[in-house]
């Protein structure tokens, strides 16, 4: 594998259209002549880099970052760049068989009838670079419905626990999932806005006919590193292609992008409803909390109105524990007594006729 001089070289997965596999190691020179992306589009599948999920059509290849999906595809092979990752090898796995039954489908359908309608039985048989995009969106929605799915089997039991018991523990722990709910809901929206995005511009569509733009005189059977030897013939051909590009039925596309744009609009609802639970809930332990706090005013009003009137008491019995004589001292047991009991039933009379008042007012129940 030839390598430039202080180019860093990255291992890739190839799948040809006839479900051939291989690992090369190639550079970005490489790669940019191979599939004819420019060094700006590479940087969208640098995992160093945090681009949101994406999808870029460039003349001879489109460039495919959905969630753990990072490849190109081209109108004869895909390339994936991190197929060795947990998260990607059913993936892999999964379009090499998709592209075996493609390849053995198009080679039982009749010849006249691929130039013609490209029809077999009543399934149209979609392009190359239409299979593997189809695949790597299904991957990245159904990895997403799955994530949505298991976000709302935690949280459903995590908002009925704090409803049952208000802690800082069960607080927390909302915290964190109501976090991962705002995190996967962008990533969801993000996908969802991209594939709106094409949906809404045929011309765009268009240029993701891959296949459709090769001229018919160029052999679709190129090697790894041989693939700039006709780069100029594919550049002539591209000129008389571009300008019958806008022509393209993109309704077979426009197909395609519908049925996972609503799928994963259906996951963005779910996480929708999800997120305006975790706020009906908030809003209910903040109601629950605020008569929490009115209950505990409402006894620190009827504590300190007990507190005055006992300081008040406080101060009377001081009274006869000063060292002066009066004549209530000469009166004998009797009277003193009737008067620590009448004061006593006086603060008690005086407590309650404040409560009653704080009632008639509204500041306490």
Same mark, same amino acid.
């Given at each position: 594998?030839?390598?430039?001089?202080?180019?860093?070289?990255?291992? &890739?997965?190839?799948?040809?259209?006839?479900?051939?596999?291989?690992?090369?190691?190639?550079?970005?020179?490489?790669?940019?002549?191979?599939?004819?992306?420019?060094?700006?589009?590479?940087?969208?599948?640098?995992?160093?880099?945090?681009?949101?999920?994406?999808?870029?059509?460039?003349?001879?290849?489109?460039?495919?970052?959905?969630?753990?999906?990072?490849?190109?595809?081209?109108?004869?092979?895909?390339?994936?760049?991190?197929?060795?990752?947990?998260?990607?090898?059913?993936?892999? +796995?999964?379009?090499?068989?998709?592209?075996?039954?493609?390849?053995?489908?198009?080679?039982?359908?009749?010849?006249?009838?691929?130039?013609?309608?490209?029809?077999?039985?009543?399934?149209?048989?979609?392009?190359?670079?239409?299979?593997?995009?189809?695949?790597?969106?299904?991957?990245?929605?159904?990895?997403?419905?799955?994530?949505?799915?298991?976000?709302?089997?935690?949280?459903?039991?995590?908002?009925?626990?704090?409803?049952?018991?208000?802690?800082?523990?069960?607080?927390?722990?909302?915290?964190?999932?109501?976090?991962?709910?705002?995190?996967?809901?962008?990533?969801?929206?993000?996908?969802?806005?991209?594939?709106?995005? &094409?949906?809404?511009? #045929?011309?765009?569509?268009?240029?993701?006919?891959?296949?459709?733009?090769?001229?018919?005189?160029?052999?679709?059977?190129?090697?790894?590193?041989?693939?700039?030897?006709?780069?100029?013939?594919? #550049?002539?051909?591209?000129?008389?292609?571009?300008?019958?590009?806008?022509? %393209?039925?993109?309704?077979?596309?426009?197909?395609?992008?519908?049925?996972?744009?609503?799928?994963?609009?259906?996951?963005?609802?779910?996480?929708?409803?999800?997120?305006?639970?975790?706020?009906?809930?908030?809003?209910?332990?903040?109601?629950?909390?605020?008569?929490?706090?009115?209950?505990?005013?409402?006894?620190?009003?009827? %504590?300190?109105?007990?507190?005055?009137?006992?300081?008040?008491?406080?101060?009377?019995?001081?009274? %006869?524990?000063?060292?002066?004589?009066?004549?209530?001292?000469?009166?004998?047991?009797?009277?003193?007594?009737?008067?620590?009991?009448?004061?006593?039933?006086?603060?008690?009379?005086?407590?309650?006729?404040?409560?009653? &008042?704080?009632?008639? +007012?509204?500041?306490?129940?």
């Amino acid at each position: 594998m030839l390598r430039r001089k202080g180019s860093a070289a990255r291992t &890739w997965l190839v799948l040809d259209g006839e479900g051939k596999r291989k690992v090369v190691e190639a550079s970005k020179q490489i790669i940019m002549r191979r599939t004819g992306v420019s060094t700006r589009d590479l940087r969208v599948l640098d995992p160093l880099l945090s681009y949101p999920s994406t999808i870029v059509g460039r003349d001879r290849a489109m460039l495919i970052n959905l969630e753990h999906i990072k490849a190109i595809i081209t109108a004869h092979e895909v390339l994936l760049l991190n197929s060795t990752d947990h998260s990607v090898v059913p993936f892999v +796995q999964h379009l090499h068989q998709r592209i075996l039954t493609h390849h053995r489908a198009t080679q039982q359908q009749p010849q006249e009838d691929r130039d013609e309608t490209k029809q077999l039985d009543d399934m149209k048989i979609l392009p190359f670079e239409f299979l593997t995009l189809e695949a790597c969106l299904e991957a990245a929605c159904t990895a997403l419905e799955n994530e949505a799915e298991i976000l709302e089997q935690e949280t459903y039991p995590a908002l009925d626990k704090l409803t049952s018991k208000i802690s800082t523990l069960n607080l927390e722990g909302i915290r964190l999932v109501k976090s991962r709910l705002v995190a996967l809901a962008a990533r969801v929206r993000r996908i969802r806005d991209e594939l709106e995005h &094409w949906l809404d511009n #045929n011309e765009d569509m268009a240029e993701l006919y891959l296949t459709e733009k090769i001229p018919p005189e160029i052999s679709l059977e190129r090697g790894g590193d041989s693939a700039s030897d006709d780069e100029d013939d594919q #550049n002539a051909g591209t000129d008389e292609s571009a300008e019958t590009k806008n022509t %393209f039925d993109v309704e077979e596309l426009e197909m395609l992008l519908g049925a996972y744009f609503v799928q994963i609009g259906g996951t963005l609802n779910k996480l929708s409803r999800l997120r305006e639970y975790v706020d009906d809930t908030e809003d209910y332990i903040n109601i629950a909390l605020d008569e929490k706090q009115n209950r505990l005013l409402q006894i620190g009003v009827k %504590f300190s109105t007990s507190k005055v009137l006992l300081s008040a008491f406080i101060c009377v019995t001081a009274i %006869f524990s000063i060292n002066i004589h009066i004549d209530l001292f000469d009166t004998g047991m009797p009277q003193f007594l009737a008067t620590c009991f009448g004061g006593t039933a006086a603060c008690i009379f005086i407590y309650f006729v404040a409560i009653t &008042w704080f009632k008639h +007012q509204g500041l306490v129940d």
